[in-house]
């Protein structure tokens, strides 16, 4: 299909607050994309089987109250289970980023090892420093990840803010994740190891996991913001990179969703 066939459903509402900037990036990539209140979506004015991609996006549904993402998590399970199974059996494409990941970890949509898309395996806690983190961090996605978002993506920065991001799961999820590709990027320092110290690594995550995906590599969460990296203005380092005339076309987060548009129209 022709990219600007590419329909995004982004789910707003409940103090989510990244609606904005994801249907920018959708934009930016020549996908059309709607914002659909999650009431509506249950009341049934808008079903998932119009979209091709599915983004749950940052903020902070229902307050954080009981663990952020436990509440949208649990609507959704309750109210669009049936949905949102037809939509992976479908091949098609779900990203959840920071709130959204939360989301999907509490839905159990991530790592979901053996194809079972509703039961938790994995969680992101509060982070190691206690409080709330707004800062950048570098990401390095791993080469043989299944995750379609980040095919192409070496290093890359982007800017991250919560409270609730160290990703922890059970010795053995860990060790299927690791042994399937499934940490597709992970917090690294500026020489590109994996980063074990606050700051760079900024919550505590295991293994220095920042994003996860499935093992179809359609389901994908990440913590840091790629939808607020869209300019190169957006960039902490935009005077200097001006300066020495490397000003970059756009910012480094839009490929994630170029990504996520170009394979959705090579598969439908
Ligand atoms: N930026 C976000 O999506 C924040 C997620 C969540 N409210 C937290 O603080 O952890």
């Known amino acids: 299909m022709k990219r600007s066939d590419v329909k995004v ?20 990539v020549g996908a059309t994309p709607e914002l659909v209140h999650l009431n509506d979506l249950i009341a049934g004015k808008h079903t998932l089987g119009e979209y091709q991609f599915l983004i749950f996006i940052g903020g902070f549904a229902f307050g954080d109250h009981l663990g952020s993402g436990t509440i949208f998590a649990n609507r959704v399970k309750f109210r669009l289970r049936d949905q949102l199974e037809k939509f992976i059996a479908d091949g098609k494409l779900v990203m959840g980023v920071c709130n959204g990941f939360q989301t999907l970890t509490r839905l159990g949509m991530v790592p979901a090892l053996d194809g079972d898309y509703f039961t938790q395996t994995a969680a992101l806690a509060h982070n190691d420093s206690g409080v709330f983190r707004d800062d950048w961090c570098i990401l390095k996605a791993d080469p043989a990840s299944p995750c379609v978002f980040t095919k192409g993506i070496d290093k890359i920065r982007l800017p991250l803010r919560h409270g609730e ?8 999820v860990l060790g299927e994740i ?26 505590g995550s295991l293994n220095s996991i920042a994003g996860i995906c499935d093992p179809t590599g359609r389901v994908f969460g990440l913590m840091p913001h790629p939808e607020a990296f869209l300019s190169p203005y957006n960039s902490p380092t935009w005077t200097f990179d001006k300066a020495a005339g490397k000003l970059p076309r756009e910012g480094e987060g839009v490929v994630f969703f170029r990504n996520a548009v170009d394979y959705i129209a090579d598969h439908f």
Request: proline share 6%.
């Open 165 to 172: 991001g160290k990703f922890v799961v059970d010795d053995a």
């Open 178 to 203: 690791e042994a399937r590709h499934l940490a597709a990027v992970r917090y690294v320092n500026q020489d590109g190891t994996p980063a074990t110290e606050f700051p760079a690594n900024p919550n």
């Open 9 to 28: 459903l982004i789910i707003t509402g409940f103090g989510l607050n990244c609606e904005r900037e994801t249907a920018a990036a959708c934009r930016l």
